[in-house]
């Protein structure tokens, strides 16, 4: 059975910074990419960061690009996501979930997590 679960989320003030972590289990040797997503209250879910956690190949958005990290620890089975310089409109609920490649949209991901909540405020 497959499973990802989330954790690290928290309150901080503008400019501090999170760490969040998504372990993994059962996932299939033909999930290579890993992401993490975001939904705001009221808005859709949208990507913020995916890798692919074999060959360690980050990709971001620029909206995150040169304040969010992402990276993997193979031997923990772990996706991180250090977040630095957060704004408040990073406020959101993030997730993370596997997908084949990480060439494919959000609908190509799947075994989402429960979830993180990330509040930023001003």
């Known amino acids: 059975q497959v499973q990802l679960a989330e954790s690290g989320g928290g309150s901080v003030q503008a400019g501090g910074s999170l760490r969040l972590s998504c372990v993994t289990s059962?996932?299939?040797?033909?999930?290579?990419?890993v992401g993490w997503f975001r939904q705001a209250s009221g808005g859709g879910r949208e990507e913020v960061a995916k890798i692919r956690i074999d060959l360690d190949i980050p990709y971001y958005v620029n909206s995150v690009k040169d304040r969010f990290t992402i990276s993997r620890d193979k031997a923990e089975n772990t996706v991180y996501l250090q977040m630095n310089s957060l704004k408040p409109e990073d406020t959101a609920v993030y997730y993370c979930?596997?997908?084949?490649?990480?060439?494919?949209?959000?609908?190509?991901?799947?075994?989402w997590g429960q979830g993180t909540q990330v509040t930023v405020s001003s």
């Open positions: 059962g996932l299939p040797s033909n999930r290579k990419c």
């Open positions: 979930a596997a997908a084949p490649f990480c060439s494919v949209e959000i609908r190509g991901f799947s075994d």
